[in-house]
């Protein structure tokens, strides 16, 4: 079985705490969704949420790669490349990640068994 990356964001307002509370709503939300059987390639799957106060991106496409990982293409291969490994893993916790700019947010990622 594979997995599936899913994201969302949150007001960058909120507290650490505040934030665990709200991704463990939304994977509540997930489950309740999608059931409970595993697979469903939604956030139901994540086992908890880890909210990361220390990291700070300036953009959502960095603190993304950062939790998905990213595809690094070999220059003498086109089309050939390898993954790079992020910190989200298939079962285990969504993790929260604050990207900073004009509006401050949080970013929530997790590796989704599908």
Known sequence: MGCEY???KLNGKLSAKEVKQKVMEYIE???YESGHGGYTGTMAEATGV???TDKVFKTEAEASSY???D???DP???GQG???EGACMKWGPAIAVKVEG???FWVVGAECSS
């Open 102 to 104: 004009e509006k401050w």
């Open 67 to 69: 939790l998905e990982g």
């Open 82 to 84: 390898n993954f790079t």
């Open 6 to 8: 899913n994201q969302i």
């Open 76 to 78: 003498d291969h086109p």
């Open 29 to 31: 939300d997930c489950a």
């Open 71 to 73: 595809w690094i293409e």
């Open 50 to 52: 880890i909210v990361m």
